[in-house]
């Protein structure tokens, strides 16, 4: 009796399987078609200064408008998008498209002053690509941006596997005036070698970290010691995940420079961002 219940399991186990690959070469077969067709769309989260609370800038976030399924999350297909070789394109649709925007946007937001900035998520093959420097100086002088505006996001799980070449793109980068942000800081595994090694100016501190003030004192103490780093080392913070009103005041009452969350405003489409924001 046991045994047939066994035998039960191993097929519900192996048709399950079976679904899940089906699936996943369904969703990749998709996903080359949505690179051809360019069914991905760019949503924007403000940053604000930590005292002021005033826009100070966005992340630009991709989502795939899938023709049936909707709105699909990066964490879906953004891995998958790396794995069948799709990243060197979308990425560069993201990089132009949020280059093109920052140029709208800085022509119709003088009430910002010359300082609003769009950060873009970089992905480690986008990074050890062939030519990204030259493209993102390409893009930089057709859309007449200043560099320092256009904020690169790298995550540390990115520079794992870096080269000795990682490190000479991001010197370029920097060099060439373009912000360099530390993405999810905290997370990995060598978050202090990572800031001493490359030339980061903006530490975006992990949304762990404020959500996790109501739960323990640690959570503050954490957060305390990584904006007392970042000073010393001259460093911009960014805290992400504000999605409460008491974690917003701990920022203030700490000191960070930026914050971006919920609790300000989710990503939103461009529409929706200037008419809210501009
Ligand atoms: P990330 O760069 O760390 O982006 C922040 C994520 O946190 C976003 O998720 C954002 O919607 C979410 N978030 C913002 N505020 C809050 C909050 O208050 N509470 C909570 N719980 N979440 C908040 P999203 O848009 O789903 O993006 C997930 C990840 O996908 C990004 O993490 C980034 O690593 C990646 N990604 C997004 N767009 C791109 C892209 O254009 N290129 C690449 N290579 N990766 C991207
Ligand atoms: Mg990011
Ligand atoms: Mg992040
Ligand atoms: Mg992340």
């Known amino acids: 009796r046991s045994k047939e219940k066994g035998r039960n399991r191993a097929s519900y186990y192996s048709q399950s399987l079976h679904e899940e690959v089906s699936r996943r070469i369904e969703l990749e077969r998709e996903l080359r078609r949505a690179a051809v067709e360019n069914e991905f769309v760019l949503y924007y989260q403000p940053q604000v200064d930590c005292m002021s609370e005033k826009l100070v800038g966005a992340e630009a976030l991709i989502r795939w408008q899938h023709p049936e399924k909707g709105l699909i999350s990066p964490v879906e297909f953004i891995p998958i998008a790396e794995e069948i070789g799709l990243i060197p394109k979308i990425g560069d649709w993201v990089l132009e498209t949020a280059c093109a925007q920052l140029q709208r946007w800085n022509k119709n937001t003088a009430g910002y002053g010359d300082n609003f900035s769009i950060s873009v998520n970089i992905s480690a093959l986008e990074l050890n690509q062939q030519g990204f420097f030259a493209k993102v100086e390409r893009v930089i002088e057709q859309y007449e941006i200043s560099p320092q505006l256009l904020e690169l996001e790298i995550t540390e799980s990115t520079l794992i596997n870096s080269t000795p070449e990682t490190a000479q793109i991001l010197k370029a980068l920097s060099d060439y005036g373009i912000t360099l942000s530390l993405d999810d800081f905290g997370t990995g595994y060598s978050s202090l070698s990572q800031l001493q090694v490359y030339p980061f100016e903006v530490l975006k501190v992990d949304r762990s970290f404020v959500q996790s ?25 960014v805290v992400e995940g504000v999605e409460r009103e008491t974690q917003k005041m701990w920022c203030q009452k700490l000191g960070f420079d930026r914050m971006q969350g919920y609790y300000f405003a989710k990503p939103m489409p461009t529409a929706m961002f200037e008419k809210q924001f501009l």
């Open 213 to 237: 003030i109501e739960d323990n004192d640690d959570g503050a103490l954490f957060l305390e010691a990584i904006n007392a780093l970042a000073r010393v080392l001259g460093i911009k913070t």
